[in-house]
């Protein structure tokens, strides 16, 4: 059974720039949520989706977005990038929301 | 703020030895979760443990939760160069999926 898939792995992008990054769940998860992990705030939960509905969404400002797609797929956009953006975004599915995540390897974004 | 809090922030042992790792957290919880995570790497599940359970295993890893001190401990046992990572506690408070994480125990193993 494949694992969680992000993409772009790595990506570098000026401030003001906006990025998309994609999650592609285990197959059969129907809950996808987001962590933004960086050296000073360590992992922080920005939302979570299931069956195309956000259910859940932690304190980050609204250039934080995200969807979730028919086939449970989950995009998150970025917009208006800051240096202080830059993190490893990760992405986790599970079968409900309570229990064991299972995570992507992330996407490293690196903001200039 | 963070929900839990991990003890110590490193750690370094030699390969055979045992590495004990300790999360406080400050509300009720349902579940308290570890996860490992390899240098900028994705996080591995490792157990959870329910508020009713006191003490749970798997392989050489051993959790228990002690509710009212708030607080769990993770004990890897017999500890190999590859157990070299950091370690996260994890709750979900409200019980909605949102994971709370601890800062985090970096582990080192020498061989």
């Known amino acids: 059974k494949a694992g969680v898939t992000q993409t772009p792995r790595y990506l570098i992008k000026t401030r003001g720039q906006q990025v998309t990054l994609s999650c592609s769940p285990i197959?059969?998860?129907?809950?996808v949520s987001w962590y933004q992990q960086t050296p000073g705030q360590g992992l922080q939960f920005l939302f979570e989706?299931?069956?195309?509905?956000?259910?859940n969404k932690g304190n980050f400002p609204g250039r934080f977005s995200g969807r979730q797609f028919s086939n449970s797929r989950s995009e998150m956009n970025v917009s208006t990038l800051e240096l202080g953006d830059s993190a490893l975004y990760l992405c986790?599915?599970?079968?409900?929301?309570?229990?064991?995540?299972?995570f992507g390897e992330g996407s490293r974004l690196t903001v200039l | 703020s963070q929900q839990g809090e991990e003890d110590p922030q490193a750690l370094s042992i030699q390969e055979g030895e045992n590495a004990t790792m300790n999360c406080s957290y400050k509300?009720?919880?349902?579940?308290l979760q570890w996860y490992r995570q390899n240098s900028g790497r994705g996080l591995v599940h490792l157990i959870l443990?329910?508020?009713?359970?006191r003490e749970k295993h798997s392989g050489r890893l051993r959790v228990t939760l002690d509710t009212s001190k708030k607080s769990s401990s993770l004990l890897i046992t017999a500890s190999r160069a590859a157990d070299t990572a950091s370690y996260f506690c994890?709750?979900?408070?409200?019980?909605?999926?949102?994971?709370?994480f601890g800062q985090g125990t970096t582990l080192q193993v020498k061989p």
């Open positions: 986790a599915s599970s079968w409900s929301n309570t229990g064991e995540l299972f």
């Open positions: 197959s059969g998860h129907r809950s």
């Open positions: 989706y299931f069956s195309e509905t956000q259910r």
């Open positions: 509300t009720s919880i349902n579940n």
């Open positions: 443990i329910r508020s009713n359970e």
């Open positions: 994890a709750t979900d408070p409200s019980n909605t999926g949102k994971l709370i």
